[in-house]
């Protein structure tokens, strides 16, 4: 499996963009997926996360501003980021868990396997 993000850039603080990660129709009908982040000097931290039922869990720096969402159709992942922040400033990676079957997303990127390239994100004050 393939996961190709896209969507980073930059923005000032307060502003939004929308990530997205292209996969297979297989991948999003039976794996949990997620985003996770790396900034510069620091361990990648996981931000959202989605089973295959519909059921979300986020980072507590994340809730309230990042929303994580599937469109099998279209065959995406996304992540919509609102009310950026400079702390959002990161490598955002999205990642397929490594096994099938949850019924609430994983949080541990140990349990994911299958990662993309990743896509920058850059906030400015």
């Known amino acids: 499996e393939q996961l190709v993000e896209s969507g980073g850039g930059s923005v000032q603080a307060g502003g939004s963009m929308t990530l997205s990660c292209e996969a297979s129709?297989?991948?999003?009908?039976?794996?949990?997926m997620a985003w996770f982040r790396q900034a510069p000097g620091k361990e990648r931290e996981g931000v959202a996360f989605?089973?295959?039922?519909?059921?979300?869990r986020y980072a507590d720096s994340v809730k309230g501003r990042l929303t994580i969402s599937r469109d099998n159709e279209k065959r995406t992942l996304y992540l919509h980021m609102n009310n950026l922040k400079p702390d959002d400033t990161a490598m955002y990676y999205c990642?397929?868990?490594?096994?099938?079957?949850?019924?609430?997303?994983?949080?541990?990127?140990?349990?994911?396997?299958?990662w993309g390239q990743g896509t920058q994100v850059t906030v400015s004050s």
């Open positions: 989605i089973a295959t039922n519909g059921i979300t």
């Open positions: 129709l297989y991948t999003l009908m039976h794996y949990s």
């Open positions: 990642a397929r868990a490594q096994l099938t079957g949850y019924l609430t997303p994983p949080l541990q990127s140990s349990q994911y396997d299958t």
